[in-house]
């Protein structure tokens, strides 16, 4: 027997279904405090991504990998000295994700962070790009993209934008520095996550990238 979550997404067909009920069966399974929340078509905020134009290091080994951990640990109990010194080497040998969180690291002890946001800033270009969803703090409203509802996306696109937005609620996620493990882990674990971000892909809207995202 279906789950009152699987008979939301029964028709492919988006054009003209309310997105108010597709909230609600969305936060009944996952995110119940936020099923009051607004949610409309319209077009959302214009978000900035970054995009590499050079070589980086892009895989860590073991150790590194341990290494890099441990300073997110450290960094959730507020020691960033501690895990700035495990970041360094790591920033050094061009990780791009031990590299940003470096930057945010030295940011928050006040520390010389200029001459890596600088050689960051070297290897990639900045974009403005408008997302499928965004999350307007002002209104208390999610916007999903009104082109979604004229190309007919599937509800499960739907259904994994609702879930994206509300997880980032959840977690308080609104930036890069607040992408902690258990949103990263949240969004893992999204519904239907891999099939709706290769249809957004293929209709040319940015999607979120679990690797890139520290």
């Known amino acids: 027997m279906p789950s009152p979550f699987d008979s939301a997404l029964d028709t492919s067909v988006t054009e003209g279904i309310p997105l108010a009920p597709l909230l609600t069966k969305v936060c009944s399974t996952h995110f119940i405090t936020y099923s009051r929340r607004g949610i409309r078509w319209g077009i959302p905020v214009a978000t900035t991504v ?6 980086t290091t892009q895989r860590m080994h073991v150790h590194e990998q341990a290494a890099f951990d441990k300073s997110l640990a450290l960094i959730h109990e507020e020691k960033y ?6 970041l360094r080497p790591l920033a050094d040998m061009g990780h791009i994700d031990a590299e940003q969180l470096l930057i945010l690291t030295l940011k928050r002890l006040q520390a ?24 307007e703090r002002e ?10 509802a004229y190309r007919r996306a599937p509800r ?10 509300c997880a980032r609620l959840h977690h308080e996620a609104f930036d890069s520095s607040a992408f902690t493990p258990a949103f990263l882990g949240a969004e893992a674990s999204a519904p239907y996550r891999n099939k709706a971000n290769h249809w957004l892909k293929r209709h040319g809207f940015p999607i979120f990238r679990l690797e890139s995202a520290l």
């Open 81 to 86: 000295l501690e895990a700035a010194n495990l």
């Open 50 to 55: 970054t995009r590499l134009i050079s070589h």
């Open 139 to 148: 209104q208390d409203c999610i916007v999903i993209h009104q082109y979604l």
């Open 156 to 165: 499960y696109v739907l259904a994994y934008l609702i879930y994206h937005e």
């Open 112 to 135: 010389d962070w200029e001459s890596y946001a600088q050689r960051r800033a070297s290897r990639t270009q900045t974009l403005q790009v408008v997302p499928a969803s965004s999350y």
